[in-house]
């Protein structure tokens, strides 16, 4: 097992280094305190496991984390962080996948056990959607359903726009070679309907010939990963909407 360590203070990485030689004595490691001296040596070397301190002056672990996972999606994250249990509690930072400075053997230990168990995003919405993998639609849990299946390939596509109105024409190229424009107006539809049977018809927004999704109704992997939620980040397994060909990941700045 090769193992990454990054911290910009000294001090705080050899105790980490230590601590984890401790735990992984069979593991070879790599440690830096500048995280681009990191991102070189992981072009040359495919690490299994990374421990990042979250805040550092040149570039913080979050957006470390998703530069190294580009090249390495199954590259295995562990974050550190100062932060204490009540600012990482208003961070919407989840205590799986942290941990809290100082670091001992015990707690790298703990995360090492925990990285196998499924990581969740906190949910804020009554809508959750997942675009990691293939696009599904939740309500408080549950599948949500339409009335044609086409309608769900033409929410996820607005959901892919982030919140951009797009015009009539540029969905129905999206969804078919020929035009189905009365056939698109049915889905539309559908989905206002479905969405106001859950009171959740202020997710859809309809102005005109154009129509969007409002990201700030709904519960994301794809936003908050684009938002820098750590967990989001540690999610992500380089699979998105794989269902639909015109789905194609793009990391927004």
């Known amino acids: 097992m090769k193992v990454l360590l990054v911290d910009d203070e000294n001090l705080q990485l050899i105790r980490l280094e230590n601590s984890c030689k401790k ?4 593991a070879e490691f790599f440690s830096f305190t500048n995280p681009m001296e990191a991102l070189v040596k992981a072009e040359e070397t495919k690490f299994d496991l990374a421990f990042l301190d979250i805040e550092m002056p040149s570039i913080n672990g979050v957006k470390l984390a998703k530069t ?3 090249s390495n999606i199954s590259l295995k994250i562990i974050f550190v962080t100062a932060y204490d249990d009540y600012a990482l509690s208003a961070f919407k930072i989840h205590a799986s996948g942290y941990i809290l400075k100082p670091v001992n053997e015990d707690k790298i230990r703990a995360e ?17 959607i997942k675009c990691f993998g293939n696009f599904e639609i939740f309500y408080n849990g549950e599948a949500v359903k339409f009335k044609y299946q086409k309608s769900k390939e033409l929410f996820a596509y607005l959901i892919d726009r982030c919140g951009s109105l797009i015009n009539i024409n540029e969905l129905n190229a999206i969804l078919w070679e ?3 424009k009365s056939y698109l107006r049915n889905l539309i539809y559908d989905i206002q309907s479905t969405l106001n ?6 997710v859809f927004i309809k102005k005109h010939s154009e129509c969007a999704i409002d990201p700030s109704k709904v519960d994301c992997d794809l936003y908050e990963y684009q938002n820098n939620n ?6 992500f397994n380089g699979k ?3 269902q639909y060909p015109w789905a194609i990941f793009e990391e927004k700045q």
């Not at 056990?113 to 959750?128: C, D, F, V």
């Not at 750590?230 to 999610?235: C, S």
């Open 23 to 26: 735990v992984l004595p069979e």
């Open 68 to 70: 190294l996972k580009k």
């Open 112 to 128: 090492i056990e925990e990285l196998s168990k499924p990581i969740k995003l906190e949910s804020k919405n009554k809508l959750q």
């Open 178 to 180: 020929e035009d189905h």
């Open 197 to 202: 049977s859950l009171n959740c018809g202020d």
């Open 230 to 235: 750590p967990d989001a980040v540690r999610m």
């Open 240 to 242: 998105y909407i794989e």
